[in-house]
């Protein structure tokens, strides 16, 4: 997403929220690098980090607590912050935030475009993720030639990363 | 010269003993390199050097686990040996340097190798498997390799712009 990123215009988009795994300390540490690039106030950036749906090994009826609570986390983020625009890469909740910023469309109140671009490392098919975005977001981008055989909607862009 | 020789944020056993291996002192030696730098992640349990100095051919070696700074060994390198992860191997592609990547089998996914075929294909990189290493470095192929192409996020950004504007 680092990467992807230095693409996106900040000044244009100068407020920005990050949504990561609570238990991810890569991506803060990315976050952190990525914006202390800027020349700007702090301000202009919020990172929110929101518990996984069900951690490896836990009982499946106490996931539905933990899912419950990772989908209240999630919405209460993307309403407070209201984007105009999503933009994932295929992490495991952002299945759950996409599905979170449709529920405004649905109802016909506003309408939150999604961008999704999979993987560099998704060569001949997709991953999870973006098997369930394909048919979720508005513009969906794959990054190998292969992929549109099967997904003849994707946009393919090489050299991005 | 100096081989950097990275894991990544896990472990990678297969790679990490195959680099402690007498025999790959000896080929980094007849190649010319004098240093080895080694990230064995939670590897460390399989980090063990030779226990002759004669068995190292000459060849420095530093061992870690993590390290803050990975972009300090991946600028200095003058051969990038890592675990085939996205990651690991867009930085040493992206730094001009030669790379072999070693999948890692172990792990959950077979798409790891997929993205190492194709990269190999193109001849940006090697692909190695751990018990292959010498006669990858022997072979010298790592010299012939293609450069990287610039990467330009730049239509992420139109996309982002023609999706935010767009009147719903």
């Known amino acids: 997403m680092a990467r992807l990123?230095?693409?996106?215009?900040?000044?244009?988009?100068?407020q920005r929220l990050y949504i990561v795994g609570e238990s991810d300390m890569l991506s803060l540490d990315r976050i952190g690098a990525l914006e202390a690039k800027r020349d700007h106030m702090a301000e202009e950036y919020t990172v929110s980090r929101i518990p996984r749906s069900r951690e490896v090994g836990q009982s499946w009826?106490?996931?539905?607590?933990?899912?419950?609570?990772?989908?209240?986390?999630?919405?209460?983020?993307?309403?407070?912050?209201?984007?105009?625009?999503?933009?994932?890469?295929?992490?495991?909740?952002c299945v759950i935030v996409?599905?979170?910023?449709?529920?405004?469309?649905?109802?016909?109140?506003?309408?939150?475009?999604?961008v999704y671009v999979e993987s560099f490392a998704r060569v001949r098919s997709l991953s999870l993720s973006g098997k369930l975005l394909y048919y979720m977001a508005d513009r969906f981008v794959v990054q190998w030639p292969g992929l549109l055989q099967k997904y003849p909607s994707a946009e393919f862009i090489p050299h991005l990363v | 010269m100096l081989v950097y020789v990275t894991v990544g944020s896990t472990g990678f056993d297969a790679l990490v003993s195959a680099v402690c291996r007498k025999d790959f002192f000896q080929s980094l030696a007849d190649r010319g390199f004098r240093k080895l730098a080694v990230q064995y992640g939670s590897s460390?349990?399989?980090?063990?050097?030779?226990?002759?100095?004669?068995?190292?051919?000459?060849?420095?070696?530093?061992?870690?686990?993590?390290?803050?700074?990975?972009?300090?060994?991946?600028?200095?390198?003058?051969?990038?040996?890592?675990?085939?992860?996205?990651?690991?191997?867009?930085?040493?592609?992206?730094?001009?340097?030669?790379?072999?990547?070693?999948?890692?089998?172990?792990?959950?996914?077979?798409?790891?190798?997929?993205?190492?075929?194709?990269?190999?294909?193109?001849?940006?990189?090697?692909?190695?498997?751990?018990?292959?290493?010498?006669?990858?470095?022997?072979s010298g192929r790592?010299?012939?390799?293609?450069?990287?192409?610039?990467?330009?996020?730049?239509?992420?950004?139109?996309?982002?712009?023609?999706?935010?504007?767009?009147?719903?």
Not at chain 1, 5 to 14: A, E
Not at chain 2, 61 to 68: H, I, K, L, Q
Not at chain 2, 153 to 159: H, L, N, V
Request: overall charge negative; proline content about 7%; glycine content about 8%.
């Open chain 2, 44 to 138: 460390d349990g399989v980090f063990e050097l030779p226990k002759t100095a004669s068995e190292l051919f000459g060849v420095s070696v530093e061992g870690f686990d993590y390290t803050r700074w990975p972009q300090r060994y991946v600028e200095q390198a003058d051969l990038i040996i890592c675990h085939a992860g996205t990651g690991s191997i867009l930085e040493a592609l992206h730094a001009g340097k030669p790379a072999i990547a070693v999948p890692n089998h172990e792990l959950m996914d077979g798409h790891q190798s997929e993205i190492c075929q194709e990269l190999a294909a193109a001849e940006y990189l090697l692909v190695s498997e751990p018990g292959q290493l010498v006669d990858a470095i022997d």
């Open chain 1, 98 to 114: 996409c599905a979170v910023a449709l529920i405004p469309r649905f109802f016909g109140l506003k309408c939150i475009p999604i």
């Open chain 1, 61 to 93: 009826s106490s996931a539905v607590f933990s899912s419950l609570s990772c989908l209240f986390s999630v919405c209460q983020t993307v309403f407070q912050h209201n984007p105009d625009v999503v933009l994932c890469n295929g992490p495991g909740n």
């Open chain 1, 5 to 14: 990123l230095q693409g996106v215009d900040f000044d244009r988009y100068n």
């Open chain 2, 142 to 168: 790592y010299l012939e390799l293609v450069p990287y192409p610039h990467a330009d996020p730049r239509p992420i950004g139109e996309i982002l712009d023609e999706e935010s504007s767009r009147k719903k």
